[in-house]
């Protein structure tokens, strides 16, 4: 499976953006999506994830309530939605897909499959 993620920007805070994650060559359905990111200096972190069955989703406690996850299975791609954007939220975001098990759904180590990285800043 071949990420390609897509979205990022420059944006003031409090503003919005739309990242996505085109997949291709595999049955990309099959899989658990997640974004993570990655600030200069920091460990990537988990941000969020969309299950492969139901379509379940769960967020870091840090975008709750700001950031929606969503999946077009027909297109073959994920989304995250981001609102109220905070100047903390400024980094490099990269998607991931796996067949990722309940108890390791955060964990970078749980993914296959990576896209390169779209930058996100966000201004104060």
């Known amino acids: 499976v071949q990420l390609q993620a897509s979205g990022g920007g420059l944006v003031q805070a409090g503003g919005s953006l739309r990242l996505s994650c085109a997949a291709s060559?595999?049955?990309?359905?099959?899989?658990?999506a997640a974004w993570f990111r990655q600030a200069p200096g920091k460990e990537r972190e988990f941000v969020s994830v969309?299950?492969?069955?139901?379509?379940?989703?769960h967020y870091a406690d840090s975008v709750k309530g700001r950031f929606t996850m969503s999946r077009d299975r027909a297109r073959n791609t994920v989304y995250l939605q981001m609102n109220n954007l905070k100047p903390e939220d400024t980094a490099v975001y990269y998607c991931?897909?796996?067949?990722?098990?309940?108890?390791?759904?955060?964990?970078?180590?749980?993914?296959?499959?990576w896209g390169q990285g779209t930058q996100v800043t966000v201004s104060s």
């Open positions: 060559g595999g049955t990309f359905g099959n899989y658990g």
């Open positions: 969309i299950r492969a069955s139901g379509g379940s989703t």
């Open positions: 991931a897909a796996g067949r990722v098990i309940s108890s390791s759904l955060r964990y970078v180590g749980a993914y296959d499959y």
